[in-house]
């Protein structure tokens, strides 16, 4: 009797062929399925190759199932990641990151100069006694007297950071506004040494938080220096004097991110984008535990079942004597068609219970419900544990 092992090209696509727990599994798969379609009673008329394809089916489709658990538990975590030859990383458990969040994150970085993945320019414009406008596409040069615009690949619109044409004054004003001391200090770089500069034990993001809405303060109320961008033109006030004449204004600059294109190398953008290139291959048969196969069994079951539906609906009866043999292919193809619909609505909804942010959300429950019994269990000495 022909085996699985010495059979040749036993499954079409051979994808668990050497896998030995695989070749025992198969021919009991074989015995398994004729007795349920009452093959010693009457004769099912499926062969083994048949059988062993549904079998080769079932795997995958269970494979899909908790390739498809894990996209959706992990793949914010696997995002950039190398895909390598596209399998490997099936059934393994990486660690938490934070890079997707990161990523997102650094548009909003960037605008604000305090990270980002794009670089940001620094330029000046030479100053002119009682010109007040300004091309900033067109003046606006690098310290070797380039046009910043000229040095983009790409030409795209420039967008202003930061103008230093205002008077710093929050320094004077962080630790008394009405202190004639503090303006003098200030203005003789004695700031450190004022006899009012009192310091407190205070969280020092406090000190950081003042500062800022003091100088931000500072620059609408108080400062007579501000501009205005239209189009192209940056219009300075007040005009410029000449005490200003000959001088520089310094201006950071970026322009259009291209999201494809960074200033450094970044091979994660080569990397895992989307679920179609996650590096999950066939998940291997001898590692699916007594759960998964029962499932692959019932499942290979129903996909015999619609097999044989549709070799007998090749004939709708059989003449005999006396009258016909109706065959009930149609019934077998609605049977297994319902029974494999079923068995992926069960599976999916079990791993849909299953994901990670689930599991959290069953164990913050489960601490909930814990605290609540703890609050009212008695100990000795009339007291109770109370928690919270």
């Known amino acids: 009797m022909a085996t699985f092992a010495n059979t040749s090209n036993p499954t079409p696509f051979s994808a668990f062929d050497s896998d030995t727990d695989f070749q025992t599994e198969a021919d009991s798969m074989f015995t398994f399925v004729k007795r349920k379609l009452g093959d010693d009673i009457l004769s099912v008329e499926l062969t083994k190759k048949q059988v062993w394809a549904c079998f080769e089916e079932s795997v995958f ?7 498809e658990y894990m996209t959706k538990s992990q793949l914010s975590n696997m995002l950039g990641g190398s895909t390598g030859s596209m399998s490997g990383s099936e059934g393994r458990f990486p660690r ?10 650094e548009p909003y970085a960037t605008h604000a100069a305090i990270g980002g993945s794009h670089n940001v320019i620094s330029g000046s414009l030479l100053m002119s006694a009682s010109k007040q406008d300004y091309d900033i596409y067109d ?5 070797s007297g380039t046009r910043i615009f000229d040095t983009q690949t790409h030409k795209s619109k420039m967008r202003i950071f930061e103008v230093y044409h205002f008077n710093p004054q929050a320094a004077y004003r ?19 040494f004022t006899p009012e500069t009192v310091f407190y034990v205070l969280p020092v993001f406090e000190d950081v938080l003042r500062a800022g809405q003091m100088d931000i303060s500072n620059r609408v109320r108080r400062s007579n220096f501000s501009y205005q961008l239209i189009g192209t033109k940056l219009r300075l006030f007040p005009r410029p004097t000449e005490a200003s004449d000959d001088k520089k204004l310094w201006l950071r600059v970026g322009f259009v991110n291209d999201g494809l294109s960074t200033p450094f190398e970044d091979a994660t953008m080569d990397g895992i984008s989307s679920p179609h290139n996650l590096p999950y291959g066939n998940i291997d048969f001898s590692n699916i535990n007594s759960m998964g196969r029962q499932w692959i069994r019932q499942y290979t079951l129903g996909c015999c079942k619609e097999v044989l539906g549709l070799v007998r609906s090749k004939f709708s009866s059989i003449p005999i004597p006396n009258g016909d043999l109706q065959l009930n292919g149609g019934d077998l193809i609605s049977a297994g068609k319902e029974e494999k619909e079923r068995l992926r609505t069960e599976l999916r909804e079990m791993f849909d219970s299953l994901t990670y942010d689930k599991l959290i959300e069953a164990q913050a429950t489960e601490a909930t419900n814990i605290t609540t019994i703890l609050k009212t269990v008695p100990i000795p000495l009339g007291k109770c544990i109370t928690v919270g």
């Open 139 to 143: 003046e606006l040069v690098n310290a």
């Open 174 to 192: 962080f630790f008394d506004t009405t202190s004639a001391i503090n303006y003098l200090n200030n203005e003789f770089s004695f700031e450190s």
């Open 61 to 67: 489709e269970f494979g899909k199932f908790v390739n």
């Open 96 to 105: 938490e990151t934070l890079e997707f969040l990161m990523r997102k994150a």
